[in-house]
């Protein structure tokens, strides 16, 4: 499942929804390119893995809000959300082995 996000909406369909499904959260922007790199893999992983996680982009752009409160310093940044709380997190665009690892060794924490 994959969600668009915006500051407003952060609290209830990030850290809400994360007490009852971990929801990792894509921080880009459009003029990114790694991040247009990164975003199709987040997505087909998301879709493969249905159920296991949500996936909530952020466009950082229009959304400086929470970009800023969670230190994301460069993107794309990759934060996976449980109970509220960041539990584990990468910045850069990785090869899609190296998240579908990062995801398995998260998603049981």
């Not at 809400?16 to 959260?25: A, T």
């Not at 159920?51 to 230190?71: C, H, P, Q, W």
């Not at 934060?79 to 960041?86: D, I, L, R, T």
């Amino acid at each position: 499942m994959q969600i668009d996000v915006s500051d407003a909406e952060f609290g209830k369909k990030v850290l809400k929804k994360s007490e009852e499904i971990p929801v990792v959260v894509d921080f880009w922007a459009p003029w990114c390119s790694p991040c247009l790199l990164l975003s199709p893999v987040l997505e087909r992983l998301a879709e493969e893995n249905e159920g296991k996680f949500v996936l909530a982009k952020i466009d950082v752009s229009d959304n400086k809000e929470n970009a800023t409160k969670y230190g994301v310093l460069g993107i794309p940044a990759v934060k996976m959300f449980k109970n509220g709380e960041v539990v584990a997190e990468f910045t850069g665009a990785l090869p899609e082995n190296e998240v579908k690892q990062w995801l398995e060794e998260n998603l049981g924490k």
